[in-house]
């Protein structure tokens, strides 16, 4: 495979604070959660004793927290019983964001990501190929910024790029987990020949991000040993992609915008969404 012009996110994971500190600071936490909660209305006695006694509340405390606070609406509980799977790690979705990017979803958030906009049987079809990804406004620079697994690492070229920076609303991705079939070793436009009609391009954020999610949940790495083409296309027709080593995440640019074939490079697809 040639060799590209990189970019990889590199996070310092803060020194922890010693345990006796450590527990100070959560033992102030915990006094200003009681008080807050009484000024809300909750009788704060009963509330810890039924977390106590009962390993279900528990559970379920757990998960609402988890969550940030959010609720699964019907078909984001529909989409987690079809494509989440332990080991695979097919859904990722608003908890995830939470625990991995400690996002804050804002009202905005929330809508756009309420109904799931696949059918069952779109999401049938590709439970075993494809992750369904709650992704949120975060560009590529904010998920080097709050991402603290040291997996990710190398060059800066890309952070002042403006692929690099750009964002759009929260929305669910069905993202392919492996290169298009057959589209290694071909040049773009006859990779881009090989998508079905409900298929797309999606861009380099989109898969870092699916990349990102997929390794923290499962440690299984998406496009491991290969690069794939994006959507993204910089000035003087460098064409965006992604990829694994075993050094991290790579993010490339080919400076004859994809027009040769390469053994180690395929193209990205996810199914487009059939209701909006």
Request: net charge negative; charged share 25%.
């Amino acid at each position: 495979m040639k060799q590209y012009r990189r970019c990889a996110m590199v996070n310092s994971i803060a020194n922890p604070l010693p345990s006796d500190v450590q527990f100070e600071k959560q033992l102030g936490k915990l006094a200003a959660f009681v008080r807050v909660m009484r000024q809300a209305g909750l009788h704060v006695d009963d509330a810890l004793q039924m977390a106590i006694d009962d390993p279900k509340m528990r559970e379920r405390l757990i998960r609402f927290w988890n969550a940030g606070g959010y609720e699964l609406t019907e078909s984001q509980r529909y989409a987690v019983e079809v494509m989440d799977n332990p080991s695979t790690g097919g859904f990722i979705g608003i908890k995830e964001a939470v625990r991995f990017f400690g996002v804050t979803p804002t009202e905005a958030d929330f809508d756009a990501l309420a109904e799931v906009p696949f059918t069952g049987a779109e999401l049938y079809a590709a439970k075993s190929t494809h992750i369904l990804v709650a992704v949120f406004p975060l560009s590529i620079t904010d998920l080097i910024r709050v991402t603290k697994d040291p997996m990710f690492f190398g060059e800066n070229w890309c952070y002042e790029r403006m692929f690099a920076n750009s964002v759009d609303g929260a929305g669910w991705h069905l993202i392919r987990k492996t290169p298009v079939e057959n589209s290694m070793d071909k040049k773009l436009g006859d990779q881009m020949a090989l998508l079905s009609g409900n298929e797309y391009v999606p861009s380099a954020r989109v898969i870092v991000y699916a990349m990102i999610c997929h390794y923290l949940k499962v440690r299984e790495k998406l496009f491991s040993g290969v690069h794939v083409r994006c959507r993204d296309i910089e000035p003087m027709r460098r064409q965006i992609s992604v990829g694994y080593s075993p050094r991290g995440i790579h993010i490339a640019h080919e400076d004859d915008g994809g027009d040769h074939p390469d053994d180690g490079m395929g193209l990205a697809s996810a199914i487009r969404p059939s209701r909006e």
